[in-house]
T-cell receptor
Framework: DAGVIQSPRHEVTEMGQEVTLRCKPISGHDYLFWYRQTMMRGLELLIYFNNNVPIDDSGMPEDRFSAKMPNASFSTLKIQPSEPRDSAVYFC?????????????FGQGTRLTVV | AQRVTQPEKLLSVFKGAPVELKCNYSYSGSPELFWYVQYSRQRLQLLLRHISRESIKGFTADLNKGETSFHLKKPFAQEEDSAMYYCALIGAGNNRKLIWGLGTSLAVNP
């Protein structure tokens, strides 16, 4: 397995544009997480899914952010409209259904720059 | 409130020196504790978890429930240990939400 795959690796966009980040979790994993990483705040959980169903989206900063998981092998995080303060590295992670001690496997991240 | 605290944003040591990255947590119950590491230009990955009681790359971490700590230690730091280290916990039950510390950047100088 190639691990969690995210695309694009880098995205530069202008303020006001729509941005869509994509994630393919590891096959067979039931949980999918979206994180944002910044110097000031470290890692922030935005939302996570279990069996394609959003479980906790309390970390989504505002209505400009939305996430979907139409099937077990694909998820998107959309920002519309984007703002410069959204610039960060966005990580997707997945983990299997097993007990709480199971690790989360991370993608390589998407570095988003909004100018 | 559930919280993970890593008091040091940056830790700098010389090669061969002992290193300890501090992690304290606040959780009412029995959490599972983890250390994750992010090397430069690599993905975040699990370093070790307290339930495994293992040593990875010379690192160990002991869960101290009395002090609610899970400090990461290595007796002799190596330059390749330079990375960002995150402490995290998962609560008991089916909630899989990892609670993260803000991370400690470890720099091991030659």
């Amino acid at each position: 397995d190639a691990g969690v795959i995210q695309s694009p690796r880098h995205e530069v966009t202008e303020m006001g544009q729509e941005v869509t980040l994509r994630c393919k979790p590891i096959s067979g994993h039931d949980y999918l997480f979206w994180y944002r990483q910044t110097m000031m705040r470290g890692l922030e959980l935005l939302i996570y899914f279990n069996n394609n169903v959003p479980i906790d989206d309390s970390g989504m900063p505002e209505d400009r952010f939305s996430a979907k998981m139409p099937n077990a092998s694909f998820s998107t995080l959309k920002i519309q409209p984007s703002e410069p303060r959204d610039s960060a590295v966005y990580f997707c992670a997945s983990s299997p259904q097993r007990g709480a001690g199971t690790e989360a496997f991370f993608g390589q991240g998407t570095r988003l720059t909004v100018v | 409130a559930q919280r993970v605290t890593q008091p040091e944003k940056l830790l700098s040591v010389f090669k061969g020196a002992p290193v300890e990255l501090k992690c304290n947590y606040s959780y009412s119950g029995s959490p599972e504790l983890f250390w994750y590491v992010q090397y430069s230009r690599q993905r975040l990955q699990l370093l070790l978890r307290h339930i495994s009681r293992e040593s990875i790359k010379g690192f160990t971490a002991d869960l101290n429930k009395g002090e609610t700590s899970f400090h990461l230690k290595k007796p002799f730091a190596q330059e390749e240990d330079s990375a960002m280290y995150y402490c995290a916990l998962i609560g008991a039950g089916n909630n899989r939400k990892l609670i993260w510390g803000l991370g400690t950047s470890l720099a091991v100088n030659p």
